[in-house]
């Protein structure tokens, strides 16, 4: 690995957004902060609108375990996704699970706003409020004692305190996914679980997914991000990061506020949380107003990998914890070294080449295309990857036209890691859209688009069509190698 790589390699994935996920949560906030209003009773009356759709769900009452908020200074919201209420809520008959758990951090004094993924199978310790100590998974917390244990356990576990709590369960998300209009997504490899025929205790959520780019809608939108069957905890936590980015890119700040009265009902509708006074709304307001133009840095919880468990240890944990309260380091937009070095470079990069199966298969494929298909010959990856998952098909655009599409779905080796090369007649899709570069390498014009200073997608157009290359959801291939295999894809037919 080269030096440029090396120093890559150290830097955690990272994307930039505007708070996406709390935004789309805290839909009247957000229309406040984006507008940046002026007029004080406007101000109040957007806050009075979210208040009262605050009241269609039963607040979270969670005495003393919340930390109070301080003006102006920072705050920790704890989102939680699960797939029923909590107990004491109105559809508690059966005991609900914490599927997802993710920590925001807002700090004026922070260059960033970090979010953090605790992973659900995090062995710990949970302390039942009348009850004996027990070592289980960390989302036990929540079908035990509910939002409240959650919040106590994670203050135990991480030593950190918690200002404010939502809890949306996943009826809300399917009805958020369809409000917004459905989510373009690159869905990374074939993802199929069906549980007919099956004894219980031996199913799991079922889902049937082709690879490649498309529109997902409710049900499989929800499907996509829960899945971690054949995967790990940190894959889906990616997966899920991947997703709220796509909602991001493609509506933006402005289709978020024109949409802001649904949203609001879907909040009150399906999500419970310990705000309710105008006061603390304001008071998370002027913190969001602050923090608005701060990226968000995704911190990786660090941790190891079990058959039943994940575990971190105590030096861990603090290294977790510290990078979360402390924000990072705000960086740039990185530079790409150029000259005949760098050329060279890449082109020393080492791959493996493609069997000769699945040369056959992609120009099996190529016959379906109307467009020249681009086939990554050289690739980054194992022994022990499947071979290449290939197929053509339909892709309809935004308004309703179906372009033709392909794609070649390459394992990278390790457990849950894909990459995908995509080929369409669709020439101005919502993945492609602002590029952060353009380069020249090997008679070619090459946009990049960056998460952090890792190489997200690298893309290029010939003719009719345009091809991306995407790397893998937890971004495990180099810069060099990315370039690499897009620079080394030659046309098949």
Request: hydrophobic content about 40%.
């Given at each position: ?5 090396d120093?890559?390699?150290s ?27 002026t007029?004080?009773t ?10 009262d ?5 039963p ?11 301080n003006a ?8 939680i ?6 107990a ?7 005991p ?8 925001v ?8 706003t ?5 992973p ?10 009348h009850?004996?100590p ?14 409240k ?6 203050k135990q ?5 918690i ?6 369960n996943?009826?809300g998300?399917?009805?958020?996914v369809?409000?917004?209009?459905c ?9 199929l679980n069906?549980?007919?025929g099956?004894?219980?205790g031996q ?22 991000v ?8 940190l ?23 024109s ?12 999500a419970?949380t ?7 709304v ?11 133009d701060?990226?968000i840095h995704?911190?990786i ?9 994940v ?7 603090r290294?977790?914890?510290y990078?979360?309260?402390?924000g ?19 082109s ?19 016959m379906?295309?109307p ?7 050289r ?13 053509s ?7 309703h ?10 394992g ?26 353009t380069?020249?390498?090997g ?22 069509a345009?091809?991306w290359l ?6 495990l ?10 620079q080394?894809?030659q046309?098949?037919?």
């Amino acid at each position: 690995m080269s030096t440029f790589d090396d120093h890559v390699a150290s830097r955690r994935p990272r994307f930039r957004a505007r708070g996406i996920w709390l935004r789309t949560l805290l839909g009247c906030v957000l229309v406040v902060i984006a507008t940046a209003a002026t007029v004080t009773t406007g101000v109040l009356l957007e806050v009075k609108s979210f208040t009262d759709a605050l009241k269609l769900s039963p607040q979270l009452k969670l005495g003393d375990e919340l930390a109070s908020a301080n003006a102006g200074g920072a705050q920790t919201i704890l989102l939680i996704g699960s797939d029923k209420r909590a107990a004491g809520a109105v559809d508690s008959s059966s005991p609900a699970r914490s599927d997802t758990m993710l920590l925001v951090r807002l700090d004026p004094n922070q260059p960033d706003t970090t979010m953090l993924s605790i992973p659900r199978d995090l062995k710990v310790t949970i302390y039942p409020f009348h009850g004996t100590p027990m070592t289980q998974k960390i989302n036990a917390a929540y079908s035990i004692g509910g939002v409240k244990l959650t919040v106590k356990t994670i203050k135990q576990v991480l030593g950190i305190q918690i200002n404010h709590v939502v809890d949306i369960n996943f009826e809300g998300f399917k009805a958020l996914v369809n409000y917004l209009g459905c989510v373009y997504v690159q869905v990374d490899r074939r993802y199929l679980n069906l549980n007919a025929g099956l004894p219980a205790g031996q199913t799991y959520a079922e889902i049937d997914l082709e690879p490649g780019y498309q529109k997902l809608c409710g049900q499989q939108a929800l499907d996509y991000v829960r899945y971690r069957h054949t995967d790990t905890d940190l894959v889906r936590n990616a997966r899920q990061q991947d997703f709220l980015r796509q909602i991001k890119n493609q509506l933006g700040a402005s289709g978020l506020i024109s949409k802001r009265f649904g949203l609001e009902k879907i909040f009150g509708r399906y999500a419970s949380t310990d705000l309710r006074s105008s006061d603390s709304v304001l008071q998370l307001l002027e913190l969001l107003v602050q923090s608005a133009d701060h990226p968000i840095h995704q911190v990786i919880f660090q941790a190891q990998l079990g058959p039943s468990y994940v575990t971190a240890s105590s030096a861990q944990i603090r290294e977790t914890v510290y990078q979360f309260l402390n924000g990072g380091v705000a960086d740039g937009h990185i530079q790409l070294p150029g000259g005949q070095k760098h050329k060279h470079a890449i082109s020393q990069v080492p791959l493996s080449a493609a069997t000769p199966s699945e040369l056959a298969q992609a120009d099996a494929l190529a016959m379906n295309m109307p467009f020249a298909t681009y086939f990554p010959v050289r690739r980054a990856t194992t022994a022990a990857a499947p071979d290449d998952d290939m197929r053509s098909y339909f892709l309809p655009d935004r308004q309703h036209r179906e372009h033709y599409a392909y794609v070649d779905v390459v394992g990278e080796g390790e457990i849950g890691q894909y990459y995908d090369l995509e080929g369409t007649d669709w020439t101005d899709p919502p993945i492609l859209e602002n590029p952060n570069q353009t380069i020249q390498l090997g008679g070619r014009a090459f946009e990049l688009y960056f998460e952090g200073q890792r190489i997200r997608i690298v893309a290029w157009r010939r003719g009719p069509a345009v091809y991306w290359l995407v790397n893998t959801l937890q971004n495990l291939l180099t810069n060099h190698q990315m370039l690499a295999i897009a620079q080394d894809a030659q046309i098949v037919r």
